[in-house]
């Protein structure tokens, strides 16, 4: 914790959101329409008998929580979405948000897997084998041109998930901790 305020790290703030949608998940799973809906897939049939809900267990309290949990999880979202907009970070000599850092990266990820299947098409020519002979098609790409490309692109997603990562453990969201 960073301060007396109970606020938290971005990392923090990342981890207990992770930890919200686990909790929402498994009291979901519980509620008789998501188990009646589960039962149905695949080849789960129970024709023994039907299920009531434990002595222990009861549907409005776990409805409740589940709603209090959705809310917290919207504040605690917002709250992560200005500490990104609002954190700055150094990248490639400009100064930008985490936001615009967060859309570079999804950006380079998907030039990671372009370049991917770049790369094993360029390691094969096409040959077509006609009346006795081959004919080869030549590469447009060159193999060892599309790996370096592939390198330097996969080298900037390393070193600005790096600089994520090291923004995450010095921005403060303000959002108070559960104790």
Known sequence: MPDENNKLYLYEALELRAEYDARIKTLKDCLP???????????????????????????????????????????????????????????????????????????????????????????????IYKEDRDIVEPNELSYPDSVQDLESVRLAFRELNRKLRSASFEAIVAFQDEQ
Not at 38 to 64: A, K, L
Not at 112 to 127: F, P, S
Request: proline residues 1%; negative net charge; charged residues 30%.
């Open 33 to 127: 329409e998501t188990r009646q809906n589960r039962n149905r897939s695949f080849f789960n049939r129970d024709e023994e008998g039907q299920y009531r809900p434990n002595s222990g267990f009861d549907i409005s309290e776990v409805r409740d929580q589940i709603k209090a949990l959705e809310y917290k999880r919207r504040k605690l979202n917002s709250a992560i979405q200005q500490t990104n907009f609002q954190h700055q970070m150094e990248h490639d000599g400009d100064t930008i948000n985490l936001n615009e850092a967060l859309e570079l990266r999804k950006g380079l990820n998907v030039q990671i897997g372009e370049l991917h299947t770049q790369v094993v098409d360029a390691a094969y020519q096409r040959v």
